[in-house]
């Protein structure tokens, strides 16, 4: 039933090693299917290598197993939290990847500096505030959503346009219209991460025009977006 | 018609994922054949593993498809300015490489620091102005080509000497005699592009010797040269 | 007899150029039987690529050789302290990975900045103090043992709550359960090396919450863990 | 006659991309035998996925070519004051290897700074003065082999003890017993390079102890040596 699915959800999994996005099993995609009310998640602790579509997990909008006979990922609650904010996303993606996750570190927003960042995002890539201890010794992986969405509100973010947070002190989520697009946008995140880094150090000060930012975000979404074959 | 040149389009833009100069479809490779009036470039938005020679695109120097069901790269235009102006080039690129595009986030020339950028490049790349706010709204991809060649103008930098150019807020273009020569120069761009970064880091006010940077160059250009199989 | 042992030896040692950890023959991991008070590792010198099961050595826990041809690695008795001072590891392993050397190179702890790290490690990765030049002219891979355990004791850490350790302007070394395991935390240290070069530029003063730190570890540690497969 | 010493000088050069070393054909490895008085050399600017036993150049020590049908390597006046200085040594490499050029680049020394350096370097890696306008204009080539002699002489440095050297705003040269070794340092070099770069960021005015770096010189050479399998 929920066949094809988990085959997208795997897919979407063993393109985290494809672009070095992980170390061991430090990453999870997930995509939900909102007719059924599913999602289909990577199970926890498992090897990429290892992985087949029988171990992906599926739960409902609760957390519990609907099939499956592995954990789900730890990070599951994280997941259903932003799915149910979002009504907007089908997949959502963790990971460690390294240049997100130095952000992550340093509790900063990734800067919009070049228009590689702009053709995806539209503005920074916020970073929330910590957790309070509660928050962390309570429903922890459940909070982390909660915090994401409460950035996102607080500073009127649409998470379609800025499909990308930075967790302060742990490292990023993002997500996408399925699986495959979530791991395409953590990818594209990992890389300007990266470029934002480096292009700080040359010149602490530099942001991007908001003209280029507003006209390579709009080349690639929206009614008027020219790039591709549309 | 045009096999023989899209054939060559089509194997300079392979180069591209090969030298680790792209992630996704972010890059594209043309070459021109002046006596046809035409260009051979890469479709916007395909991926370079799905593509074949007959997804290479052929248009006429105002932008009009003449061979190819796709739609052209969106920064065609900018090719077309390229050629136009530059009457010695017979292929260009552009890419979001990483270390050039960190230089064109903040908007610095990549400057020259060593006998590797001498080897290649007569002297610092230019990086451009920024595009004014009505350059980027209409006819922003031209616009990008317009304010490359104001910038080689304005520096009186001949283009076969320094075949490189930062664009400010964006990424790196080069250019060389043919599409394939072209991607020769993006490579290197990105490697001085990369030692340029750290060596500002330890020391923050060297430049190259006038008198190594001609030796250099001349080495491998001109009629004095001798470098290679010549 | 010790054909397991050294088979896993073994396979743990070329699981470090698999990770990147390390150029030539620059490090050698080791397993102990306690049981039978013996220690297999590394040959010293040797190329990856040419290693057998055969060449694996064999030494007791005073260093002298019990089975095999080739002299063991020079960092044996520096394992062999480390063995007899923590009694639960079950694995050593050293290496001259990049990131880590760096902040041996530096003389500094590798910091705890964010949940890759916690998940790993509770608290910094402690920086030995320099030996002595008399500890360095006599027994000096002994005396390297020396340092790690008086750094740990000195701060009252529990070697298995904090599995690796950097030596000053040397490099890491880490254990683990067993041969595998201690690879594994090499590799994570190297990534968490990396991290906070980084973190660090952009913000010199960052440090993780404790209770997220605390948190983290107790995700993957201990009666209360709840990642993976349990 | 010279196909042995042709073919060891051909595997030397083939390791230059297998270790990263270069891209395109920015390096050239050479061997010298010593009674016969020649030198085997790469071609200039021939590619490494090309060049084959017969593409070998073979020089006497003039520089004139003995035997093959192409171009030697432009440096490879460098390569002969080597050999004609340095009569313990029997292979050069020269490349352009990112982290070592840039130290050249930023004509800076690279800093003994922990015991991965140590064990094959015996202090700092030298940079050269600047070549004078006139050195430059005549004869650079061989004066480049000029300037690093001068550079050990002045400081009384045995090219045995430290085997590699920086040209300023150049690249760096390492040399060795033979064509292998001279490569197997210049991987070294390369890689300490990297490491001092990032430590010198973390730590501006760290040095390794003395004792340390005299330690783990002497355990890889002379007559106490005792790593590896002697």
């Known amino acids: 039933?929920?066949?094809?699915?988990?085959?997208?959800?795997?897919?979407?999994?063993?393109?985290?090693?494809?672009?070095?996005?992980?170390?061991?099993?430090?990453?999870?995609?997930?995509?939900?299917?909102?007719?059924?009310?599913?999602?289909?998640?990577?199970?926890?602790?498992?090897?990429?290598?290892?992985?087949?579509?029988?171990?992906?997990?599926?739960?409902?909008?609760?957390?519990?197993?609907?099939?499956?006979?592995?954990?789900?990922?730890?990070?599951?609650?994280?997941?259903?939290?932003?799915?149910?904010?979002?009504?907007?996303?089908?997949?959502?993606?963790?990971?460690h990847s390294r240049s997100a996750t130095i952000w992550a570190q340093a509790s900063l927003d990734v800067p919009a500096l070049g228009t590689t960042h702009a053709d995806y995002f539209y503005g920074d890539v916020p970073c929330t505030r910590n957790l309070t201890p509660?928050?962390?010794?309570?429903?922890?992986?459940?909070?982390?959503g909660v915090v994401?969405?409460?950035?996102?509100?607080?500073?009127?973010?649409?998470?379609?346009?800025?499909?990308?947070?930075?967790v302060a002190g742990h490292a990023p989520f993002s997500w996408g219209k399925n699986a495959k697009d979530a791991v395409h946008n953590a990818v594209v995140l990992e890389e300007v991460s990266a470029m934002a880094l480096a292009t700080r150090t040359l010149n602490s000060g530099i942001k991007i025009q908001s003209e280029l930012s507003d006209k390579h975000y709009n080349r690639k979404h929206g009614a008027n977006a020219y790039y591709g074959q549309r």
Chains 1, 2, 3, 4 share one sequence.
């Open 134 to 144: 509660v928050e962390i010794e309570v429903d922890y992986e459940k909070n982390t």
């Open 1 to 95: 039933m929920y066949q094809a699915l988990k085959q997208r959800v795997l897919d979407a999994n063993l393109q985290l090693p494809k672009y070095g996005l992980v170390t061991f099993t430090w990453g999870n995609v997930s995509e939900i299917d909102r007719k059924l009310g599913v999602i289909a998640i990577k199970p926890s602790g498992v090897e990429y290598v290892d992985m087949g579509v029988d171990d992906i997990v599926v739960v409902d909008l609760e957390g519990r197993r609907v099939e499956g006979n592995l954990n789900p990922s730890s990070d599951t609650d994280t997941h259903i939290e932003l799915y149910k904010a979002f009504p907007n996303i089908g997949g959502v993606v963790h990971t």
């Open 148 to 166: 994401i969405i409460e950035e996102f509100h607080k500073r009127d973010i649409d998470p379609q346009a800025v499909p990308s947070v930075i």
